[in-house]
């Protein structure tokens, strides 16, 4: 009899359905824990790489504020110094004129003086250039592929000259009529000296 009762009492501890329950539902409360740690994860690293990129784009916006802040400046200290000139009969070397035969004869010596802080693009600068003719502001025909003789910059407390010919801007004949006109050049919101020119086919 004892040994009858002892293994029924044995069978109760291994078969008892309260017991099993729990430790059923001790698994799945363990797996469901789990899964709430492994999302809290993922979620705190999506966090972090939220924050890593809000820096990012921070850092990316000041960085363009300040480049932009230096385009201004740099532009508000640019200075133009302008000439006129006319080509001699073999079309390498110039000379100063006041009467022209021709606009197409009319050639822009041109000075750019850096006083400021901020390095320039000497392409940029050629090919931003505009031609105020009689108070009207003209652009280029098309831009130009310059050849520089070996300036590609112009750093602060320089300066550079080079020549433009006025027929590379896109003024209209009708503007080049035979009377006086005035001529200036405007570069980065900068403008140069102002010059009176005439037009005289017959000189």
């Not at 363990?30 to 999302?39: E, I, N, P, Q, T």
């Amino acid at each position: 009899m004892r040994h009858s009762r002892l293994t029924i009492h044995r069978s109760r501890r291994r078969l008892s359905p309260q017991i099993c329950r729990g430790v059923a539902d001790w698994r799945v409360s363990l797996a469901r824990r789990g899964s709430v740690w492994v999302v809290r994860q993922q979620s705190t690293h999506m966090r972090t790489f939220a924050t890593i990129l809000l820096l990012t784009a921070g850092m990316f916006v000041n960085t363009s504020a300040q480049n932009t802040n230096s385009r201004r400046a740099s532009a508000g200290s640019l200075e133009i110094v302008l000439n006129l000139q006319k080509a001699d009969a073999s079309k390498t070397s110039f000379y100063n004129a006041v009467p022209f035969s021709a606009a197409k004869e009319i050639t822009m010596e041109v000075s750019f003086r850096n006083v400021g802080e901020v390095t320039m693009n000497c392409m940029d600068l050629l090919n931003g250039a505009t031609v105020i003719w009689d108070g009207k502001e003209y652009k280029k025909a098309q831009l130009t592929q310059f050849i520089l003789a070996g300036f590609s910059e112009l750093p602060p407390k320089t300066a550079w000259q080079e020549h433009l010919a006025l027929s590379l801007y896109d003024i209209p004949s009708e503007a080049l009529a035979s009377v006086p006109h005035t001529i200036a050049l405007k570069d980065s919101g900068s403008e140069s000296n102002t010059l009176k020119i005439f037009i005289n086919p017959d000189k």
